[in-house]
């Protein structure tokens, strides 16, 4: 909300080095060969899908000198997000400044792209090319002044498994020490804002700690932004953590932050000391029973943990005084507590993100109010739309309008305002959706890039 507000009013901020103003990325609907029966190759039909909206307006003010960690499920739209960001897809919707530069425009983004440095979630790299040759040509690209370019790429593959590969083609590098080398590809040029999407992917546990220090040291002077599946590489590396989830931001904070607003509660495990005789596990169970209504999440012959959640912190002073007073007589060895892990946190924002796409049955269509007064149901993200009935002699294909989407508060897309009416050019083909749902028709997609064609745009 605050970012929102910021960027409304025009306010920058000096410590900011990227604000994402809700941004949007929709992708084209795709041509695909299908059949609706299973035994003929006579009913073979084109179809179309309909737009995939992958980013649904993100707001998102990003500081110099911190980690930005970005979390999210398999297709939640993070490296959707890094594309636009770097200029690799076109945004649909909204903007995003990079040091004060709009990835909107091609001349903020010529800009954008001398600040920056891309670590790809798959790497770009050519076989035929030795780890030295790849940083050399980077640090050409990057533009570095000739004389220093040996000695800058020399010292990026001075350390880790890339100091022995320097000269061995990159077509012989394990998988590992190629996500190793886009990341020291990425670094290359002193650049003030850095992309890793998924940088450690397929590393061993020693060449991501290694990497985890060149990316710690690399944070002085300029801002990053990392997504990872792994928990913790975010709680050791993310300064702020964010977590997105169907093509919206649910979360975001530090570590501790999230775990104690979005995680169930404390973690607590006791363990039982084995040297005077058999643990007393049953009495805790019925102590943490009787005082909190708790039973254990996991339990053995020797230590057992139980889930605190938050509305029971009034009662954990008097409680834990008195387990501890009792630990002798239960012969426990040592009480931990601790916040919920990250990966629960996570595990709760991917459930909640899931149930609320499934309630919202028709979450694709939403209502279009024409200025000419009556009501049409369009596909979520469409930009150009046909009206059904508006075929005449005159216009064959009826009539269309373009759409203009923004984002509401809670980040869900909807109609900021149409266009005027206008003739549908008569080449342009039009994807017939179900004609009625509910008593409200439902207007046919185009492509829009036959209206841009048709346009000259
Ligand atoms: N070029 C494209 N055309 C159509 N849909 C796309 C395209 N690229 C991505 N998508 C869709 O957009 C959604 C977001 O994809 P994205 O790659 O951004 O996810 P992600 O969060 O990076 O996932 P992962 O953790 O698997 O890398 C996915 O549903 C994906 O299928
Ligand atoms: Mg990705």
Same mark, same amino acid.
């Given at each position: 909300?605050?970012?929102?507000q ?8 000096? #410590? ?17 060969l299908?059949?609706?029966? @299973?035994?003929?190759c006579?009913?073979?039909?084109v ?7 992958? @980013?649904? #307006?993100l ?21 959707t997000?890094? $594309? ?11 903007d ?5 530069h ?15 440095g ?33 000695s800058?790429?020399?010292k990026?593959?001075?350390e ?8 061995v ?6 998988g590992g ?13 002193d650049?003030?804002?850095v992309?890793?999407? /998924?940088?450690?992917? #397929? ?9 985890w220090?060149i990316?710690?040291d ?31 931001l649910?979360?975001?904070g530090? $570590?501790?932050?999230?775990k ?16 005077? #005789?058999?643990?007393?596990?049953e ?12 039973k254990?999440?996991e ?7 139980f889930?605190?959640?938050h509305?029971?912190?009034p +009662? +954990?002073a008097?409680?834990?005084?008195e387990?501890?007073?009792? /630990?002798?007589e ?16 996570? +595990? ?7 149930? /609320?796409?499934?309630s ?11 200025t ?20 005449s002699?005159e ?23 149409? $266009?005027? /009416?206008?003739p549908?050019?008569p080449?342009v ?5 179900? $004609? ?5 028709? @439902?207007g ?14």
């Amino acid at each position: 909300m605050m970012v929102k507000q910021q960027a409304e009013k025009g306010m920058t901020n000096e #410590g900011v080095a990227v604000q994402v103003c809700g941004l949007i990325k929709t992708y084209p609907s795709t041509y695909t060969l299908g059949c609706s029966c @299973v035994c003929c190759c006579c009913c073979l039909k084109v179809k179309r899908t309909a737009p995939y909206h992958a @980013v649904k #307006g993100l707001w998102l003010n990003l500081a110099k000198g911190q980690l930005f960690c970005l979390l999210g499920p398999n297709g939640a739209g993070k490296t959707t997000t890094i $594309s636009c960001l770097t200029g690799i897809t076109p945004i649909t919707g909204g903007d995003a400044l990079v040091y004060g530069h709009s990835v909107a425009s091609s001349v903020g983004m010529a800009k954008i792209r001398r600040l920056i440095g891309v670590c790809p979630q798959f790497d770009i790299l050519w076989d035929a090319l030795t780890g030295q040759e790849h940083l050399e040509l980077f640090a050409n690209i990057k533009g570095l002044p000739p004389s220093e370019i040996k000695s800058v790429a020399a010292k990026s593959l001075s350390e880790g498994k890339l100091k022995t590969a320097t000269n061995v083609r990159v077509g012989n590098y394990s998988g590992g020490m190629k996500r190793h080398l886009s990341v020291a590809i990425a670094l290359i040029g002193d650049p003030r804002l850095v992309f890793l999407d /998924e940088p450690t992917t #397929g590393m061993d546990p020693i060449t991501r700690r290694h990497v985890w220090d060149i990316i710690e040291d690399a944070k002085k002077g300029r801002a990053i932004v990392l997504t990872t599946h792994s928990m913790e590489e975010a709680d050791i590396l993310g300064d702020r953590i964010a977590i997105m989830a169907k093509g919206k931001l649910r979360c975001i904070g530090t $570590s501790i932050h999230l775990k104690s607003r979005f995680g169930a509660g404390y973690v607590c495990n006791i363990n039982f000391s084995t040297t005077n #005789g058999e643990p007393q596990t049953e009495p805790v169970k019925f102590f943490f029973y009787n005082h909190l209504d708790l039973k254990p999440t996991e339990e053995s012959k020797t230590f057992l943990t139980f889930i605190i959640p938050h509305n029971k912190e009034p +009662l +954990l002073a008097r409680f834990f005084a008195e387990l501890q007073e009792r /630990e002798y007589e239960f012969g426990i060895s040592d009480i931990q507590m601790g916040l919920t892990t990250l990966e629960e946190v996570f +595990l709760n924002i991917a459930k909640q993100a899931e149930l /609320e796409s499934s309630s919202a049955a028709q979450e694709n269509l939403v209502v279009l109010h024409l200025t000419s007064g009556t009501s049409i149901q369009v596909s979520m993200g469409v930009r150009f739309v046909g009206i059904p009935g508006t075929e005449s002699a005159e216009h064959p294909k009826g009539l269309m309008v373009e759409v203009f989407w923004k984002t509401d508060d809670a980040g869900t897309l909807c109609i900021s305002h149409h $266009s005027p /009416e206008a003739p549908i050019p008569p080449n342009v083909e039009l994807i017939k959706n179900e $004609s009625l749902i509910g008593d409200m028709p @439902v207007g046919f997609t185009i492509d829009p890039n036959q209206i841009l064609n048709a346009n000259g745009r």
